[in-house]
């Protein structure tokens, strides 16, 4: 099978309204895709399944999965091709970026009264759009952002979700581990490096620590790097590696998962009471966005999950980019409504034929 037959096969199978997704993982040619043969809604709690698994950011312990038993899997490489790039400017809406700067604000409030340290706000931006054209979207998302995992999920209970996520939740083999710490957002600029400020330092800190701590009950090593810049598109972000080893025996799939979900840097810190300011003052359900996917392998314990950022949902008429940032006690509410419209922007690059 080549990439044209297999796009052909994956747009059938959308009009048909049947369940697929095809992914792509970061520095990737091959798109490896899953089309489910019937459109059941399977689920896991305890991740011993080998598929491909697709959890909300309010996860309870039970995520969607597309079960490879279920599914015509394939895998094809792509060719890479000029594509066109646009000039982005995302608009302002006055009454979005007014509740966006109130939430911000009462986010701090909450952080000067030390409820929390860190709290990560969001907010969406609908758009409407033209019928979805799949291989433009996919041949967009391949190739403007290979550092990224991209992906394309498809479920009629769940609509289609779109991405490509920088971060890594968790890539492990069942002995050993990754994740990241990904925190602080600047636009690139190509003639000198980004200019962290102690805000965006000090909020990488809080998530690196935060993140560390929570994984030691599961682990028996831990290793960091050093703090660098990691570049996602147009935008740099500040990030440290974070490896080591799983306790012998008493840590599974589940359990990291649930250990590290949802992350200081989509939530914040304390997660429970960021988490709970989230859940009560965000005037939306941020559903998958935040949330983490990516395939999973019983046998051996394994699986290669991302945090569900950089994302958008998309139905008939409209398309939802989802954005967010981490707010601290050193926060500017102005400065995060623009960092939202950066990363705003970098989405909208992906879809501006479908606008």
Request: glycine share 6%; proline share 5%; hydrophobic share 35%.
């Amino acid at each position: 099978m080549n990439y044209n037959s297999l796009v052909q096969q994956v747009e059938n199978h959308y009009k048909d309204r049947k369940p697929f997704v095809l992914f792509c993982p970061p520095e990737s040619d091959n798109i490896q895709v899953y089309l489910q043969k019937d459109s059941t809604l399977y689920t896991t709690n305890d991740f011993s399944e080998n598929g491909f698994v697709f959890a909300p950011f309010d996860f309870n312990g039970e995520a969607i999965c597309m079960p490879v038993s279920k599914c015509d899997c394939s895998e094809v490489s792509f060719q890479k091709e000029t594509i066109e790039e646009y000039t982005i400017t995302a608009s302002e809406d006055h009454i979005e970026k007014e509740a966006y700067l109130e939430l911000v604000r009462a986010a701090m409030t909450e952080i000067s009264g030390k409820k929390a340290k860190k709290i990560v706000t969001s907010r969406p931006h609908t758009l409407n759009s033209k019928p979805l054209q799949l291989s433009l979207l996919l041949k967009r998302l391949l190739q403007l952002y290979p550092g990224a995992l991209r992906y394309i999920w498809f479920h009629p209970k769940t609509d289609l979700w779109c991405g490509a996520t920088p971060e890594t939740l968790l890539e492990t083999n069942g002995i050993s581990f990754k994740t990241m710490a990904l925190a602080g957002t600047r636009k690139i600029n190509e003639k000198r490096p980004p200019d962290w400020t102690h805000k965006e330092i000090d909020e990488q800190q809080l998530v690196t620590d935060a993140i560390v701590q929570s994984l030691q009950r599961v682990t028996s090593v831990v290793r960091l790097s050093k703090t660098y810049t990691q570049k996602a598109g147009s935008l740099a972000h500040l990030k440290t590696d974070i490896t080591g080893v799983l306790k012998n025996g008493k840590t599974n799939l589940a359990t990291i998962v649930g250990t590290l979900h949802p992350t200081p840097a989509v939530c914040g810190t304390p997660q429970k009471k960021a988490k709970s300011f989230i859940l009560e003052r965000e005037k939306y359900q941020r559903e998958y966005y935040t949330g983490f996917l990516g395939p999973i392998d019983q046998l051996s314990q394994s699986g290669r999950l991302f945090v569900n950022l950089r994302c958008m949902k998309i139905t008939d008429t409209t398309i939802t980019i989802y954005v967010g940032g981490g707010i601290t006690a050193a926060s500017i509410p102005e400065d995060e409504w623009n960092e939202t419209q950066h990363k705003l922007g970098t989405m909208m690059q992906v879809v501006q034929p479908m606008l």
